[in-house]
Structures are given as C-alpha cells and as structure tokens.
C-alpha cells in the first residue's frame, strides 16, 4: 500500500469485448463482486466468499481473487460493509456489473413489479449513493483500496455516443464520479505484415462513439490495445515502488 497510489475506473462496452478480464488484472488480493457469474471463465484463482455469513477470506497463498456471487442487492451492501470497516486483506474492488446490480436494487424497490414515480428517486439515491461510497474507500481512513474498478453495459444515448447502461438520471451522474470512464471495444488491425490481428482496445480518451475520458493529467492514452489494470496504475503513477 502506497500513499496516494489509487485510481478509479469504469469500463464499459459492447457484450464479450472483455471487460470483466480487464477487470481482473487489477491489483491482488483482490475482491469480485460477480452479478452476472462470469468469474468462473477468468484467468484468476478464486475463493468463494458470502459476506453475510463469513469474515472475509485470509491470503493463505491459494487464491488471488475472492469471489461474492450477487443474487440480490443486499449481497452488494454487505460486501461493502466489510470492506467499510478496514477489517479485510484486499488490495482492490471489482463490482461487475452495475448495470445489473441496478436491476436488481429496482427489483427489491418494486418487489419486480412496475416502478412507480417515487420508486425512481429511491433508486436513484441508493444506488448513486452506493457507487460513490465504492470509490471512497479509496481514501478509507485505515485501509485504502488501490483500485476500485466498475464495470458497465453500454447503449447508445441521443447524443449518438454509446453510455454506460444504466436507469434515469444515474446515466448521467455516474461517469462524472470516476477517475476514468472507458470503453472496452474489440479491433481488428495488419500487423504490418499484410496478418490482420485482433486486439481487445481500451478506448480512453475523447471519442466521438464512446463516451470516454479521464481526470488524471493526461498520463494514459488515447487508447491501450490488450490492456491491464496494473498497466494502466504505472502509466499514472510510474512503477510500484519495492
């Protein structure tokens, strides 16, 4: 843990354009807050953990990531509780994908059934309220997290860039809230040598498809191919310090 060493980041992007093992680069030990139960497919080395029955998993040398299955919203409460209190071994968050975990907040709000007016200004709060308490603990008192990275579907608004997906005014308010808002895109591109090569693109500076971009002095890129979070932090940062 260095001081001053964090950065947050929302990637989002079309379906399979890995975003979720851009995700799992970030740094170890790490937490993953799986809603759509990708995790099972990523080059990590998992433990399960339940927040609401378990303190959290101790670093023992055999596993990297701890994995929280989401099935409803209050999994997602309660793992950030833990992580809240400081009583944990992780060095950064993942939380994939809020665009479901926001379904499943307005599935408890409306017990599924049909959102009413006054339905929206709760999800609104909630969940808004929650996405900035995960980026706050990069700043946590006792145990600040290195990185806290959120992961997004994406659709095209009316301005004809595609945003992260999201319900309401929420679309609007969560990328202002992250250090960096990119977009995992898939590319296709000759080598040099007449081979077409397929690259996994993270598009991060200004874009006129995705809405991207970042507030940390212009260190990154307009663009990384087959990117990493641990990349992305020395790029900002410069390497990790021994």
């Known amino acids: 843990m260095s001081l001053g060493r964090s950065a947050s980041l929302l990637v989002h992007g079309p379906a399979k354009s890995g975003k979720s093992t851009l995700a799992s680069t970030a740094p170890k030990p790490l937490l993953f807050i799986d809603a759509e139960g990708g995790t099972r497919f990523l080059p990590i080395t998992g433990i399960k953990w339940d927040p609401a029955r378990e303190e959290p998993p101790v670093p023992d040398g055999t596993w990297d990531t701890a994995v929280v299955s989401v099935h409803n919203y209050d999994t997602v409460t309660q793992a950030y509780a833990w ?57 946590h008192p006792t145990r600040p997290l290195e990185n806290v990275t959120l ?41 040099g040598t007449g081979t077409m090569v397929q690259a996994h693109r993270l598009l991060i500076g200004p874009n006129n498809q995705y809405l991207t971009g970042e507030r940390v002095g212009g260190r990154l890129p307009s663009w990384v191919d087959n990117p990493n979070i641990e990349g992305l932090l020395e790029s900002i940062f410069g390497p990790r310090p021994t």
């Not at 990119?182 to 000759?190: I, L, P, S």
């Open 151 to 191: 992961v997004a579907m994406t659709k095209q608004g009316a301005d004809g860039l595609y945003h992260p997906w999201l319900q309401g005014q929420s679309a609007t308010m969560i990328p202002y809230l992250f250090d960096i808002c990119a977009a995992m895109t898939v590319t296709n591109y000759d080598d």
């Open 83 to 139: 992580l809240q209190s400081g009583k944990h071994p992780f060095q950064a968050v993942v939380v994939d994908s809020i665009s479901e975990i926001q379904q499943k907040l307005i599935e408890k709000i409306t017990n599924r059934g049909q959102a009413q007016q006054q339905d929206w200004g709760d999800v609104l709060r909630q969940f808004v309220g929650l996405m900035r308490d995960f980026r706050d603990l990069l700043e």
